[in-house]
């Protein structure tokens, strides 16, 4: 519902963008953050139905926050993607190992190095409380 984005919005990022499939969380975001929906461009859709209208090389930095494991195998495809529209860096907060019915765990560092990526940083994010979760911050090259 937009709190990450907000966050960066806070600390002085700008021209953000946020895709979002759920108009729930995206009404929620304008209740909850008017002035980032009066200052960030929210996508309404699927990353599927999306991405490939988003320009190439386009993102300065491109940030996910447990989204990428809930990607179902069958829309893969959209990593790639995912790459061509980053800039400079890409940041991947994900439970890459848990395992329940709707997550999908992988290494997204072996996936995103396929695609010009190089990985500079990898820690868990167990002293922010998030043991299961793992921070990568890749440099396109």
């Known amino acids: 519902m937009g709190r990450n984005l907000n966050y960066l919005y806070e600390h002085d990022f700008k021209n953000l963008t946020g895709i979002e499939i759920s108009e729930k969380a995206i009404t929620a975001l304008k209740k909850m953050y008017p002035v980032l929906d009066q200052n960030a461009k929210i996508i309404h859709s699927s990353i599927e139905n999306i991405i490939k209208e988003l320009p190439s090389d386009h993102y300065d930095m491109v940030f ?3 989204v990428l494991e ?3 195998p069958d829309s893969e495809w959209i ?5 061509k529209i980053t800039k400079t860096y890409l940041i991947t907060i994900e439970a890459e190992k848990s395992k329940h019915w709707r997550l999908f765990p992988r290494n997204h560092k072996n996936i995103f190095e396929k695609f010009g990526l190089k990985q500079l940083e990898e820690n868990n994010c167990k002293n922010a409380g998030l043991e299961l979760y793992t921070i990568r911050v890749f440099k396109k090259e």
Request: proline share 0%; glycine share 0%; charged share 20%.
């Open 64 to 66: 996910t926050m447990a």
């Open 70 to 72: 809930h990607i179902h």
């Open 79 to 83: 990593f790639e993607d995912i790459a």
